[in-house]
């Protein structure tokens, strides 16, 4: 059965974004790209909230036709363009780029997807996230910590009074500083 990974990059201080979604800080260089994009092309497909699916659709589905993203940036927006997506929305009811759209988070649904064959399923958005870990259905999280303190910002984890037994399954560390930690729930 795929499993639920969340994933996602986050300042020491524990935030994924800084005020008004400034994502500025990220240590993302070529060697992390390159990282992220292996890992990503093993995925089965993405599972994210409208706003992150807004985001990423208005950049990579032409990303690899600007010259200057050129490297690691061109070579994941044919993975991004390719890949399943599926999007948690209210609001939306039509999208692009081999997206299916889902208007709640059904804990019977999420299963079938699970049971279906393919790779894992990444989960993206701190609300989206917080929705699948309240019902028990992230598998592993992989946090991508950057050496940087940003002081405020949309926290990678909301408040809860859930307590979620993890296992550290491993640990990576980049030339820029980033490390990489992995843990999957007990």
């Given amino acids: 059965m795929r499993k639920i990974i969340y994933s996602m990059s986050m300042s020491l201080d524990g935030f994924i974004e800084g005020p008004g979604r400034d994502i500025s800080w990220n240590r993302v260089d070529e060697e992390l790209h390159r990282y ?8 089965g497909g993405f599972l994210h909230g409208r706003v992150v699916h807004e ?3 208005d950049f990579w589905p032409t990303a690899d036709e600007d010259p200057a993203n050129a490297g690691a940036m061109a070579e994941f927006a044919p993975i991004w363009r390719n890949m399943p997506k599926y999007v948690y929305s209210r609001t939306l ?13 059904v804990p019977e649904e999420v299963r079938a997807l ?3 064959p393919g790779g894992d399923l990444s989960v993206g958005g701190a609300g989206l996230a917080a929705s699948f870990a309240a ?8 946090v991508y910590v950057h ?9 990678m984890f909301p408040t809860t ?7 550290l399954a491993g640990t990576r560390t980049f030339g820029n500083g980033v490390v990489e930690l992995r843990y999957e729930r007990t």
């Fill in 36 to 43: 992220f994009n292996e890992r990503i092309a093993e995925l």
């Fill in 55 to 57: 985001l990423m659709a």
């Fill in 93 to 105: 009811e039509k999208v692009d780029w081999a997206t299916a759209v889902f208007h709640d988070v």
């Fill in 114 to 116: 699970k049971e279906q």
């Fill in 135 to 142: 019902l028990g259905l992230i598998d592993e999280y992989r």
């Fill in 147 to 155: 050496p940087v303190l940003i002081g405020r910002g949309t926290p």
């Fill in 161 to 167: 009074d859930a307590l979620t037994a993890l296992r």
